[in-house]
């Protein structure tokens, strides 16, 4: 015992509640079920790779979760997902008196809504794009014609991470907005914000957060686009990596202090502190960081990667931000890359097949996992159940390594027609040097 003052709250085993079912749950609930404080662990609905952990609640019937909660007299609920943040699963959890990781229905605004998240970064002085929110659509037009293109629109609402569209053409801008604020995405298009284009390098920075201090996990670099080279439609993700080769402990330290810390404390002064994940999608610009995005929960599939990358348990580190004493907690990460590719149907990010049989491999090391997505069982089989349906993770020395390693894995998955990028990470190792 370092005499922390959360590890009097973990010293007994906990029984612990996974919300979600897709591969950022996956490698939350594997990560979870290696640390000696987990005594019985549970995931709500889950996939065919969580499988021995699974109960049949749905992710949104929250009167259902809690009632479950209750009865399995569970120590720790974590969430993944961004609706059940939304739609205010925090908030219900605590007034039955039961412990959860995540931010309350006010604090995960920054995420379900893009023009609130906007006007959090101007109150803290958060360096982020010039923009305008619109609810008519003739108003955004004439709008996009007077700045001209490129232009960045975003759905105001939850669009399952497809509600942006950067358009590089007046028409490809117009044809967007059609489409946002034509029912594409329902409710959530019904308010855009457009934004200035900013030019850089884009990278996430996921921070675990106790309504004061920000610890940042590893930087990663996600791949949107469906298709090599970032062309294509795009999708929730089709891969990560980390580190990026331009980050650096220097440029760590400015978002923390220019953009994590001015967020938290905004949010607190309104009396919504932010307890959870905040997760900053940042451009990195020649004028320095700013933020695109506020998620409020760990990524997918940047968690794939972020945890393959944990040292430290998590366990304890959860419990620390919802006791606030994150200061005083230490994390560690292993000084290696890592690369996670995520393995899609075929006609994904349109329509796709599903129900295509699947065969893995046998893995046996903790520094290749094929954490499971949009899969379950039928009969004794796996099979595809979704877009996303694999991310096959793996750590490795160096970037070029992880690559390696991450693509030898993959030709040993028998997944019919399955869609997947083969230059994940190779920006990284483009950008002039491989990562040690």
Known sequence: MS?????????????????????????????????????????????????????????????????????????????????????????????????????????????????????????????????????????????????????????????????????????????????????????????????????????SLLCFCDGKTAIPMVAVQDHKRALNGDLGLNTGGMGTYSPPPFWTKELEKEVIETIALPTLEIMRKRGTPFVGVLFLGLMITSEGPKVLEYNVRFGDPEAQTVMVLLKSDLVPILEACLTGSLNSTSIEWFNDAAVCVVMASPGYPGNYRQGIPITL????????????????????????????VLGVTVRGENLSQAREKVYRLISQINFPEAHYRTDIGLKGLQEGRTIT
């Open 361 to 388: 491999p046998d893995v046996k090391t903790k520094d290749e996992v094929i954490f499971h997505a949009g899969t379950k069982i039928e009969g004794n089989k796996l099979c595809s159940a979704g877009g996303r």
């Open 3 to 203: 005499g922390y003052p959360w590890e009097k709250a973990v010293e007994k085993k906990m029984k612990i509640l996974v919300v979600g079912s897709g591969g950022r749950e996956h490698a939350l609930a594997w990560k979870i079920a290696q640390s000696p404080l987990c005594a019985e662990l549970f995931v709500a609905t889950g996939n065919a790779g969580t499988a021995k952990w699974n109960v049949p609640i749905k992710a949104n019937d929250i009167d259902g979760l809690v009632k479950f909660a209750q009865e399995k007299n569970i120590d720790l609920t974590v969430v993944g997902p961004e609706e059940p943040l939304s739609l205010g699963i925090v908030d219900r959890f605590q007034a039955a008196g039961l412990k959860i990781f995540g931010p309350s229905k006010a604090a995960a605004q920054l995420e379900s809504s893009k023009a609130f998240a906007k006007t959090i970064m101007v109150e803290a002085g958060v360096p982020t794009a010039e923009y305008r929110t619109f609810t008519s659509k003739e108003e955004a037009r004439a709008y996009i014609g007077q700045i001209g293109a490129p232009v960045v629109i975003k759905a105001d609402g939850l669009a399952a991470g497809k509600g942006v569209i950067v358009a590089n053409l007046w028409e490809e801008a117009v044809e967007g907005l059609e489409k946002i604020m034509g029912g594409a995405f329902g409710s959530a298009g019904d308010q855009v914000v457009i934004e200035e284009y900013l030019e850089g390098q884009e990278v």
